[in-house]
C-alpha cells in the first residue's frame, strides 16, 4: 500500500477520532479541559505531519546514515518545543490531563488503522 494514501486515511481517522472525541468531552467535562484536549490533539497532529515527511524523504533519498542522525534529532528538537509550549500553556492554565490525553489521540488513530488492517489482512480481504 503506498504511503501517500495511507497516510490520507490516518488523517481523516484520526480528525474523526478527535471530533467524536471532543463533542463527548464537550458534554461531560469543563470547558478547559475541552481546550486543552484540542490543543494537545492539533500539536500531535502537526507533529505527526512533519515527523512523516522526514520519514518519507528517508525512504526516498536511501541515504539512511546521515538522514537517520537527522531524523533522530528532528524527533528531540520538536519534543523539546512540545515540551516548552506544554510549559507555557500550563502557565496560562490549560489542563495537563486534557492536553496530554489529546496529544494520545494520534495513537488512538494508528491503534485503531493498525487493528483494521490486521484483520482484512487475516481474512485474506
Known amino acids: 500500500m503506498k504511503w501517500d494514501h495511507l497516510y490520507k486515511k490516518l488523517s481523516y481517522l484520526n480528525l474523526i477520532i478527535i471530533l467524536i472525541t471532543g463533542s463527548i468531552l464537550n458534554i461531560v467535562a469543563k470547558p478547559i479541559f475541552v481546550f486543552s484536549f484540542f ?4 500539536i500531535s497532529l502537526l507533529n505527526f505531519h512533519m515527523m512523516q515527511k522526514k ?4 525512504f526516498v533519498n536511501k541515504r539512511f546514515i546521515g538522514n537517520q542522525v537527522g531524523i533522530v534529532f528532528n524527533f528531540y528538537f520538536r519534543l523539546a518545543i512540545i ?15 486534557g492536553f496530554l490525553i489529546g496529544l494520545g489521540m494520534l495513537n488512538v488513530g494508528i491503534l485503531i488503522m493498525g487493528i483494521t488492517y490486521g484483520i482484512k489482512y487475516h481474512r485474506g480481504s
Not at 39 to 42: D, F, M
Request: without cysteine; aromatic residues 8%.
Open 83 to 97: 515540551g516548552i509550549i506544554f510549559y507555557i500553556l500550563l502557565d496560562k492554565g490549560v489542563d495537563p490531563i
Open 55 to 58: 520519514i518519507k524523504s528517508l
Open 39 to 42: 490543543i494537545g490533539a492539533i
